[in-house]
């Protein structure tokens, strides 16, 4: 498996730039983030969210087994959400995004998505799971616009979805 070094610190996509996290994000960051709609699909994202979350987020990417990219518009290069790779040791890789309320419906997310996987496949870094919730029909559509398929059905661990339907699934560079 290749290290977090081997992705580039920039990706672009026709409308979009992914780039790492600044501190100037932190206000577009929380305005963004601090929405159950977005955040209630997510497995750890804290609601409220809140400035001090902000803080702690961009803080600790230099000591993480993250790879995150801010989501952002090319003309204004400001933050609409994030995406990022889990660079686990033993296990696949894990892709995990979300994008604010403001951006859904616009094509944004399998955007951000294509262009993080052609990054993947052109340094050799396969398979990428996704885990998302079965009742989260707008992120199932952008996994599977993207190339994923699903390899399975479970339950979901975790303490917000506790019990709920879930879909792990995968794309192969």
Known sequence: ???RTDL???IETERLVL?????????DLVAQANNWKVLEPTASLPF???AGHGRAFLEKQQRSVQHPYVIAEKTSDRLMGIAGLYLHPDSPI????WLGEDYWGKGYA???????LAVCATIGLSPVRARVLAANKGSIRVLE???FSVIEQTVSVVERHKGKPLLVLEWQG
Not at 19 to 27: I, Y
Not at 110 to 116: D, H, M
Request: hydrophobic letters at 30%; aromatic letters at 6%; zero cysteines.
């Open 94 to 97: 894990e892709l995990g995004y």
């Open 19 to 27: 780039r790492g996290p600044r501190v100037a994000d932190l206000d």
């Open 110 to 116: 399998p955007e951000a998505v294509s262009g993080l």
């Open 145 to 147: 616009k993207t190339g």
């Open 1 to 3: 498996m290749r290290l």
């Open 48 to 50: 409220p969210y809140e």
């Open 8 to 10: 580039p610190e920039t």
